[in-house]
């Protein structure tokens, strides 16, 4: 029985030993025992390889602004783990999460004695967040982001109103796959019968298993330039402005995001599709208006976040080759006259290469560095990737962004990057620095 906030906190990392072990069996297992709370809430499942947060966040403002109150569960946390699980963008209490790691530890148990083995730490967490939205705080909807893949994802036991595919690309290959098709196979596991799939893919190889899945499964498909596209593009100071035009809902002109980077232009028009979609024929009534105003007020942490002005800080979570070549693009299309100072650590398991050499491309000066995680990459694995000139390593990240701060003139843009592990930790000691 645990009494204490950080005691359950740390039982719940401590299962981080037990690894990623795809396969919904344990998950069946615990939602019977405790009588299904996943088939109560209606939902909204969201997968792909960058985006999905974005995705969640958009779609979530709009329904809040809309008057409706909604559950979200998302991966990983950014600056406290309690907001895995939210409503209305409100982590849940500590002492909520106490009684929810007291529900599902007998479970894990007594599961650790069976042929299935325990469940893994985000296995526990998604148990959690389907037992607090059906039995603790119930919400007119709940939006489930996919962990890794789709097909044998902790979420895939839901049963929801729509599904999204923000896009495909390659990471965690050692686990999904090495080719753009079998991640978009593990990606399309999330497509349900008669359940319509809203996706950005653009890629044909990947975009063609979707389709393919989607007509075994006999769902309707909405896809980025086919059935809605994005018109009229421009990038606004701190923000981006776009029309959305759908095939089979209104045009929405001059819809204004407060996200920076064209890529969340298509994270946006799929929250705009899947609301048109609940709008539609989900008994969800939302305006264009309020459409456009949650649209607008939507903010996701460490994503081309700017923390500072002056000095110019920006945090951002590229951790994979896709996220990097975002990021890259939107420094050198943004503030290409500034002198870039890169601090970057990275998970062992990503493409590292690719992301070392389009970093080296825009970083004036480039740090690599490593933190406390279990599949953190050296910082001198990085750094010998690295071709750039003008690099350096270190042992202690937050050394290396106080130099950093202190040696930045009117000129220089400070980008701290990486795994979003990484970010977690490095936003709230940028935070209380920069004050």
């Known amino acids: 029985m645990f009494t204490t906030y950080q005691a359950a906190l740390d039982w719940i990392h401590a299962r981080l030993r037990l690894g990623i072990k795809p396969g919904l069996k344990r998950m069946e297992w615990m939602m019977e025992r405790l009588g299904n709370p996943e088939k109560s809430s209606k939902a909204v499942h969201i997968g792909g390889t960058n985006g999905k947060g974005s995705t969640v966040t958009f779609l979530r403002s709009i329904l809040q602004s809309n008057g409706y109150t909604v559950g979200t569960f998302t991966s990983p946390y950014i600056e406290e783990f309690n907001e895995r699980i939210s409503v209305n963008g409100a982590p849940i209490r500590d002492d909520e999460l106490v009684q929810l790691t007291n529900i599902i530890r007998p479970l894990a148990d007594e599961l650790e004695e069976t042929a299935l083995g325990g469940p893994t730490e985000f296995e526990v967490i998604t148990a959690m967040a389907f037992y607090y939205f059906s039995k603790m705080r119930p919400v007119d909807i709940v ?195 500034k002198q870039i100072s890169i601090v970057f650590a990275a998970m062992q398991d990503k493409s590292l290469h690719n992301m070392v050499a389009k970093l080296d491309q825009i970083a004036h000066h480039i740090t690599f560095v490593s933190f406390d995680y279990p599949r953190a990459a050296e910082a001198s694995t990085l750094y010998e990737l690295s071709i750039s000139q003008n690099k350096t390593l270190g042992k202690n990240w937050e050394k290396i962004i106080l130099n950093e701060l202190k040696v930045m003139g009117k000129d220089h843009i400070l980008v701290v990057t990486g795994s979003l592990y990484f970010i977690s930790r490095a936003k709230p000691f940028l935070k209380n620095t920069l004050k």
């Open 143 to 337: 939006l489930y982001e996919v962990g890794l893949g789709g097909r044998f994802d902790s979420t895939n036991i839901i049963f929801p109103h729509l599904s999204i595919i923000t896009n495909i690309g390659l990471d965690h290959t050692n686990i999904l796959g090495d080719t753009y098709e079998k991640i978009a196979f593990e990606k399309a596991g999330i497509i349900k019968k008669n359940t319509p799939i809203f996706t950005a893919v653009k890629r044909q190889d990947a975009l063609k298993v979707i389709e393919e899945q989607a007509v075994k499964m006999k769902a309707p498909i909405f896809r980025i330039n086919h059935e809605f596209t994005i018109d009229s593009y421009r990038p606004l100071e701190r923000g981006e402005k776009f029309t959305l035009k759908p095939t089979y809902f209104p045009i929405i002109e001059e819809i204004e995001i407060g996200m920076i980077g064209q890529h969340q232009t298509e994270n946006a028009a799929l929250a705009v599709m899947a609301a048109n979609y609940l709008n539609e024929c989900c008994s969800f009534v939302m305006s264009q208006e309020k459409i456009k105003e949650g649209l607008k007020q939507a903010f996701w942490p460490g994503r081309f976040e700017i923390l500072s002005e002056k000095p110019l800080v920006i945090i951002d979570g590229a951790h994979n080759d896709e996220g990097v070549t975002a990021l890259v693009n939107e420094l050198s299309t943004r503030f290409g006259n």
